[in-house]
T-cell receptor, first 115, second 113 residues
């Protein structure tokens, strides 16, 4: 148990579907992150939220739409995805983005397959 | 801008042998350095981190790493590996924003009996 929980663990969706990934942290953190881990590529930072405000969008296509209703939850809404979007999507949290003496805690990820 | 290069994509080693996983970074600002481990079908777990102070950092599971500013390296070492150390290891760097990590490509460590 890492304190960061992602659901679902696995998701298969068609290119015309709409689905959402959920991430919840029970660590009292204020910053949350979405990362994409594709085969044979480094982990890519997608979005950063700090105190519920989006502070970074790393040129992510609009078919990925994040939502952060509170500091404990972040969602990644998916629509009209492409097969190349198949990857492991990892959520992480940290105390906040301005502190350097804390670590980022990762969830176990959602394995997404787009067919 | 920051970047991280892990010099070996795969490292096979026999049980109880020493291992070194290499990591080099580039950054225009002061950096904070991390090693994470990912076991199959799991998320990332922090092994150790360098923020400041002593350049030799000790982490969990008997791992350690040494920060070398002149060589811009942060190599991970363990004097004697176990089968259970088989996993993928990621080196990462952050600048002013802690959780905003830039990762290397990963090194798959395979420990053989």
């Amino acid at each position: 148990e890492t304190g960061v929980t992602q659901t679902p663990r696995h998701l298969v969706m068609g290119m015309t579907n709409k689905k959402s990934l959920k991430c919840e942290q029970h660590l009292g953190h204020n910053a949350m992150y979405w990362y994409k881990q594709s085969a044979k590529k480094p982990l890519e930072l997608m979005f950063v939220y700090n105190f519920k405000e989006q502070t970074e969008n790393n040129s992510v296509p609009s078919r990925f739409s994040p939502e952060c209703p509170n500091s404990s939850h972040v969602f990644l809404h998916l629509h009209t995805l492409q097969p190349e979007d198949s990857a492991l999507y990892l959520c992480a949290s940290s105390q906040d983005t301005g502190r350097v003496n804390t670590e980022a805690f990762f969830g176990q990820g959602t394995r997404l397959t787009v067919v | 801008a920051q970047s991280v290069t892990q010099l070996d994509s795969q490292v096979p080693v026999f049980e109880e042998a020493p291992v070194e996983l290499r990591c080099n970074y580039s950054s225009s600002v002061s950096v904070y350095l991390f090693w994470y481990v990912q076991y199959p079908n799991q998320g990332l777990q922090l092994l150790l981190k360098y923020l400041s102070g002593s350049t030799l950092v000790k982490g969990i599971n008997g791992f350690e790493a040494e920060f070398n500013k002149s060589q811009t390296s942060f190599h991970l070492r363990k004097p004697s590996v176990h089968i259970s150390d088989t996993a993928e290891y990621f080196c990462a760097v952050s600048g002013a924003s802690y959780g905003k990590l830039t990762f290397g490509q990963g090194t798959i460590l395979t420990v053989h009996p």
